[in-house]
């Protein structure tokens, strides 16, 4: 059995106070080390966080000189140029803004011509030598983290994944393209991957989260919980608004 811990829990006023603390978790990360490797998530979640983010970074508050920037998941299957692709969406809110280079954008790719299972080999041989410092994630409805769904092991690595229902459901608006075929598969570093990385941070906003806050971070530590298995990690911060915190 291995060891639980308590997750430090914060809980702020909104989703704007959310995003200002996670922002603030990230400069001090790269002020402490400078090539500070930092997983990053995609979602609604974090789109504020790297609006102040990329104020920080133009503002010289913050010098990412010599970070690496690492993505967290990826839908399989989509064209290069395609806008619902997370690589594409990273770019749009801070790659580009940021000027950030490609040599140290470590990307999972999502193109049709690739091998799936060999992109996820690669993606993983990647990264497995050199751990994140700082990985920071999003919530699935159904306690997804990355594109782990239930049932999820805490020792999966990075792989090709089928996208549940649920996550197809919830996911629907903003990967149902007209004329486009929906993915149904995705590559995401897996949760030993997650539980590997130095600290984590997971942030949740909004009273849609709230129940699956409750159980990932109240009941009992499970497959079907993906998100619980952060509590076998001793330097795992969950920031949550107030609504999202309102169940626990
Ligand atoms: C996707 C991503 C997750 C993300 C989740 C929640 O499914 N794979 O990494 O955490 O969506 O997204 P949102 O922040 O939009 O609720």
Redesign the pocket.
Known sequence: MQLEHQPEIVVLQDPEAVAHFVVSEIIKQVKLKANSVLTI??????ERTYELLVEAVQNGEVNFDKVTLRM??EYACLERKDSRTFQNHLRRKLIDPINFPNDRFQTIDSWPEDDFPEEARRFENLIKRTPSDLTI????QNA????NEPPARPTDRTRVVQLSDD?LR??KKDISKHGKRTPEF?ITQGIGNILESKRIILMATGKSKADIIRQAVREAVSAHIPASYLRLHPKTIFFLDRAAASQL
Do not use: C, E, R, S
């Open positions: 998530p995609t979602g609604k979640t974090p967290l998941d994630l999003g919530i699935g997804h983290i990355g594109f996550t919830a996911n995705a």
